[in-house]
């Protein structure tokens, strides 16, 4: 088992910067890799960024690209998601997710384990 807890959501507005972490603790020796999605009112959830534990390899959507920045550190156990750049249709709740396997990146179904998610709220 590996348990994932999210902090730094808040309110931001549009423009503005939040830095969001995930800290991973059980089982981390396990986890291959973390992502982050985010799902609002009504949407699916999607994928927004992944980055793998042991080469720090990292992928993004296109809609995040070149505004957020996914980074790891290993002896923490801690995954961090910085947003720049923030816009209202970023607007969310963000969950980190840790898959075991190195599955498609980008789909849920590809992960393991999920946090609770935290919520990010973008105003104009």
């Known amino acids: 088992q590996v348990q994932l807890v999210e902090s730094g959501g808040g309110w931001v507005q549009a423009g503005g910067s939040l830095r969001l972490s995930c800290a991973a603790s059980g089982r981390t020796v396990s986890s291959y890799g973390v992502g982050w999605f985010r799902q609002a009112p009504g949407k699916e959830r999607e994928f927004v960024a992944a980055i793998r534990w042991s080469s720090g390899s990292t992928y993004y959507a296109d809609s995040v690209k070149g505004r957020f920045t996914i980074s790891r550190d290993n002896a923490k156990n801690t995954v961090y998601l910085q947003m720049n750049s923030l816009k209202p249709e970023d607007t969310a709740v963000y969950y980190c997710?840790?898959?075991?396997?190195?599955?498609?990146?980008?789909?849920?179904?590809?992960?393991?384990?999920w946090g609770q998610g935290t919520q990010v709220t973008v105003s104009s």
């Open positions: 997710a840790s898959r075991s396997q190195p599955r498609v990146y980008s789909l849920p179904r590809s992960y393991d384990y």
